[in-house]
Every structure is written in structure tokens, then in C-alpha cells.
Nanobody
Framework: VQLVESGGGLVQAGGSLRLSCAAS????????MCWYRQAPGKEREFVAS???????NYRDSVKGRFTISRDNAKNTVCLQMNSLKPEDTAVYYC???????????WGKGTLVNVSS
């Protein structure tokens, strides 16, 4: 099983980034896919999720700025991040979970650094 994130980097406040997570080794279409983030010195926190059926959910602080999407044909999930703020700076992790079996997997993360 692999979850490989990409697309992180350094961006100025107000800018945009698009994160991608490429999945392999499990039945991607049957898993809910999520993005979490962890800022330096802080706990990992939920950012966004998309169910196998396409229902999305976001933490309040990113609503209207971030959009999660998935492509089951390509086994990928993306996070489009617009109007980035310095407080969005964190390592962003891809997370897969099957609600029925409870199997879950984490990626290794990609760093997003938003400068003011």
C-alpha cells in the first residue's frame, strides 16, 4: 500500500497550491480519502475529506478556500488550496480509511509553507 503526496512548496500569502495524493495497493474507490495537516509544535488536524460517494467535508477555517476532489479512475485525490494564509503552513498528509473494514493508511506528507 502506498499513498504518495506531491505539490507542496513555498508560496506567498494569497497564493494557491494544488496537492495530489497517488494511491496504490488497495481498493481506492471504496475508501474515504482525507487530508490532514500538522504545523510545527502542534497536533495533526483534519482538513478535508471526501467519501467514496463524493460527499465532502471541511474544517471551518478552510471552507470556501480549499476544495477536495477524487478521481477513482486514476486513484488520486487532490486538494486545491486558494487564498492561502501563513496559518496554513504545515505538513499535509493524505489519509485513506475504509469505514466498514476500518483499514486505514497514511502518506508521508508534503510540506506547504506560506510566507506573509
Amino acid at each position: 500500500v502506498q499513498l504518495v503526496e506531491s505539490g507542496g512548496g513555498l508560496v506567498q500569502a494569497g497564493g494557491s497550491l494544488r496537492l495530489s495524493c497517488a494511491a496504490s495497493g488497495f481498493a481506492f474507490s471504496t475508501y474515504a480519502m482525507c487530508w490532514y495537516r500538522q504545523a510545527p509544535g502542534k497536533e495533526r488536524e483534519f482538513v478535508a475529506s471526501i467519501t467514496s460517494g463524493g460527499i465532502t467535508n471541511y474544517r471551518d477555517s478552510v471552507k470556501g478556500r480549499f476544495t477536495i476532489s477524487r478521481d477513482n479512475a486514476k486513484n488520486t485525490v487532490c486538494l486545491q488550496m486558494n487564498s492561502l494564509k501563513p496559518e496554513d503552513t504545515a505538513v499535509y498528509y493524505c489519509y485513506a480509511v475504509n469505514i466498514v473494514s476500518k483499514y486505514s493508511y497514511w502518506g508521508k506528507g508534503t510540506l506547504v509553507n506560506v510566507s506573509s
